[in-house]
Nanobody, 124 residues
Framework: VQLQASGGGLVRAGGSLRLSCAVSGFTLDGYAIGWFRRAPGKEREGVSCISDSDGTTVFEDSVKGRFTISKDNAKNTVYLQMNDLKPEDTAVYYC??????????????????WGQGTLVTVSS
């Protein structure tokens, strides 16, 4: 099983990025997959998640209305569209999934498989 995250980079405040997470080894169809982030000096936190059972869930209030999660089951890929980025969004972003997880969870320890992380840096 492999989760390959990509799409991070350096962007100015107010800009946009789209992160992608390509999954191989199991199909996302039916299972939850989420995006988490770890900002410098902080613990990893849940950002958003999507599953066929309960749709999309936003864990982090600060990204509501700015970040949108989506997935393409045919491509076995999940996306995180990030708009109106702010310096406080600077973090390493990780995708995570688990074929045992049918509904979304904000808890790191409920996800078995993790991508390698992609760095998002937002300058002011």
């Amino acid at each position: 099983v492999q989760l390959q995250a990509s799409g991070g980079g350096l962007v100015r405040a107010g800009g946009s990025l789209r992160l992608s997470c390509a999954v191989s080894g199991f199909t996302l169809d039916g299972y939850a997959i989420g995006w988490f982030r770890r900002a410098p000096g902080k613990e990893r936190e849940g950002v958003s998640c999507i599953s066929d059972s309960d749709g999309t869930t936003v864990f982090e209030d600060s990204v509501k209305g700015r970040f949108t999660i989506s997935k393409d089951n045919a491509k076995n890929t999940v996306y995180l569209q990030m708009n109106d980025l702010k310096p406080e969004d600077t973090a390493v972003y990780y995708c995570a999934s688990d074929p045992r997880l049918l509904i979304c969870s904000p808890h790191n320890n409920e996800y078995l498989y993790w991508g390698q992380g992609t760095l998002v840096t937002v300058s002011s």
